[in-house]
């Protein structure tokens, strides 16, 4: 098991096996699609890895979704989806770059409305909880582009 270098969290490695089931890394027993979606909803990260060393986490994951959630995946707007199919590789960050403006824009207002200095509040702010999840979310966009 390896440390996501993003966040404290544990991620998972898990591979696929030439049996063609999903197998943790260095046990032997294989994991359905309802063990990870287990794994997921209660917080663990995970990594898939094909044969050929390839990242498949995100397919997987669409996969598990679409299999398990059915009414969660059919939030995704269609018009992503169409975008995705395109092969149009901007729409990811598109939809992040407008999140990431949008949670700024609510941070300003945030930090103007509710006074005091940022750094001198004891307490954790929210919004700084959901800025740094963007923060997050960039980096992974961006290490998935690269």
Do not use: C
């Amino acid at each position: 098991m390896n440390m996501n270098r993003n966040e404290d969290v544990e991620v998972v490695e898990i591979r696929v096996g030439e049996d063609h089931r999903l197998h943790v890394t260095g046990k032997g027993h294989h994991l359905s699609h309802d063990e990870i979606y287990a794994m997921v909803s209660s917080g663990t990260r995970i990594r898939v890895l094909d044969q050929d060393e390839q990242d498949i986490t995100s397919s997987i994951l669409a996969r598990i979704l679409l299999e398990k959630d059915p009414l969660r995946f059919s939030r995704i707007p269609s018009w992503l989806l169409h975008d995705l199919i395109r092969g149009n590789e901007h729409v990811l960050q598109r939809v992040l770059d407008g999140v990431g403006l949008a949670v700024d824009s609510v941070l300003k207002k945030a930090e103007h409305g509710l006074g005091g200095d940022s750094e001198s509040d004891a307490a954790p702010r929210p919004l700084d909880a959901i800025a740094g999840a963007i923060g997050r979310l960039r980096s992974d966009a961006q290490e998935d582009r690269d």
